[in-house]
């Protein structure tokens, strides 16, 4: 024990979230310190691989609000780290334009891009197979091409947000896991397995773990955990691209029969591509439980998904892992932010955000969570995400 350090803000997890609201925090000149029990860039939890989906298109207008106001501070980012973050490669959504899933419907998408007066190209099955080299696909499919969309570089984000932090005067400290939160009316200890601290105001970006500190609190935010097999395939030809493209399709008995993929990473061109499935099954308990080894059926589906539908690529697979999502149980949600009022007694000094496709609100998430440990408000529309317990538990 080195005693009792005092700070403005403590946030609980070095993941991208909590290093982009550290070094927010910090350019406020908030004493800040950001905590991370497996230590920063670890790939054990929500964040693995090297890329991920950007987006501007969601079904929701306020979600897609939400990217839209995202834009500017991923442009913010980008200026103050000198590098590219965004890449425009385009972001491709095609199948059965009716079928709901967790990312979104397809038909009620374009509906709102026509009311936001966002551009994007509408396409049938036969326009996605000539342009973009898919195969067999069933007549009635037909999507579109948001060319904003890309990918973002995960590896290059979290430099920028570690090293903005640092730059700003944040305390980083890896390696030190949060064991316990004491909130009372003027703020909140916060007990570690090293030391013991006290701050005006936690935030708790601790994605899949988050219910380890709430549950001693009495309560348990609804989310639900998925190892997912990120696979990697190559390409049969030099001159074979895509964009990111994600296939819209009814459910197997099986699972959500939803495949996505990237295209040659921009920023390291090589030979390989990463695709993946997003099938909401068999969920795990508990973060510690990962494996890091997909289930082979998973990544065999993805194969025959390939194999039948993509011709350029080799459908065998040239390496897998996985990555941890945390998806909230009520899809409607997305994800869950905002404080704990109401939820764990002197909530109020606590923020939380955890679960759902999160990474393309970077930027933006770390600044509502300054705002909300500062002011308890922010002026942007985050109504929706207000975290709610597991329905059993509220009744
Ligand atoms: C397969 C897959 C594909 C995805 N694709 C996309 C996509 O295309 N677009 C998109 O926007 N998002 C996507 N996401 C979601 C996105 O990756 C995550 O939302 C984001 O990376 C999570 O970041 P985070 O900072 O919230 O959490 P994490 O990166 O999980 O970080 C949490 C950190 O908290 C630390 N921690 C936990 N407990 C404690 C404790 N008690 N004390 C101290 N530290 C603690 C952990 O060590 C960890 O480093 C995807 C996720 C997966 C799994």
Redo the contacts with the bound molecule.
């Keep these: 024990m080195t005693g009792s350090e005092v700070f403005d803000i403590i946030v609980?997890?070095?993941?991208?979230?909590?290093?982009s609201t550290g070094w927010q925090a910090a350019a406020q000149g908030q004493r800040t310190l950001v905590?991370?029990?497996?230590?920063f860039f670890?790939e054990?939890?929500?964040?693995?691989?090297a890329e991920?989906?950007?987006r501007l298109q969601y079904t929701q207008e306020d979600l897609f609000r939400l990217t839209l106001e995202t834009l500017p501070r991923w442009r913010r980012l980008e200026s103050l780290a000198e590098r590219t973050l965004i890449h425009e490669i385009g972001s491709l959504w095609f199948g059965d334009v009716d079928v709901e899933t967790n990312e979104g419907q397809i038909a009620e998408t374009m509906r709102v891009m026509d009311r936001l007066d966002v551009r994007y190209e509408a396409l049938t099955a036969r326009d996605i197979e000539r342009r973009f080299g898919f195969a067999n696909l069933p007549a009635h499919y037909a999507g579109f091409l948001q060319p904003d969309g890309g990918t973002?570089d995960?590896r290059g984000t979290l430099a920028a947000v570690y090293g903005l932090a640092q730059q700003e005067g944040c305390v980083l400290r890896g390696g030190?896991?949060?064991?316990g939160l004491e909130p009372d009316a003027d703020g909140v200890t916060v007990r570690?397995d090293r030391n013991e601290y006290r701050c005006a105001k936690v935030v708790l970006?601790?994605?899949?773990?988050v219910n380890?500190?709430l549950a001693p609190l009495g309560c348990r935010i609804d989310i639900k955990l998925y190892e997912?097999a990120?696979v990697t395939l190559r390409c049969r030809g030099h001159d074979v691209d895509f964009p990111f493209w994600f296939v819209f399709q009814q459910p197997t008995e099986e699972d959500t029969n939803l495949f996505?993929g990237f295209g040659r990473n921009p920023w390291s061109p090589s030979e390989l591509v990463r695709l993946?499935p997003v099938f909401e099954v068999d969920p795990i308990d508990d973060?510690d439980q990962t494996r890091g080894v997909p289930d082979p059926r998973h990544v065999a589906r993805l194969s025959n998904w390939v194999g039948e539908h993509l011709p350029a690529l080799d459908p065998a697979p040239a390496g897998a892992s996985t990555?941890?999502?945390?998806l909230p149980g009520d899809p409607r949600r997305q994800?869950y932010l905002g404080l704990a009022t109401g939820l764990v007694p002197d909530g109020h000094n606590i923020v939380l955000?955890?679960?759902?496709?999160?990474?393309?609100?970077?930027p933006l998430l770390g600044e509502v969570c300054v705002d909300l440990a500062l002011t308890g408000q922010t002026q942007h529309d985050i109504s929706r995400l207000a975290p709610t317990v597991p329905q059993e538990a509220a009744q």
């Design positions: 609980v997890g070095g993941g991208p979230v909590g290093l905590l991370d029990r497996h230590g670890n054990r939890c929500g964040t693995s691989g991920r989906h950007w973002l995960v030190e896991r949060v064991l570690t970006a601790n994605g899949a773990e380890s500190l997912m990120l996505y993946g973060a990555c941890l999502a945390v994800f955000y955890s679960s759902g496709w999160g990474f393309k609100f970077v």
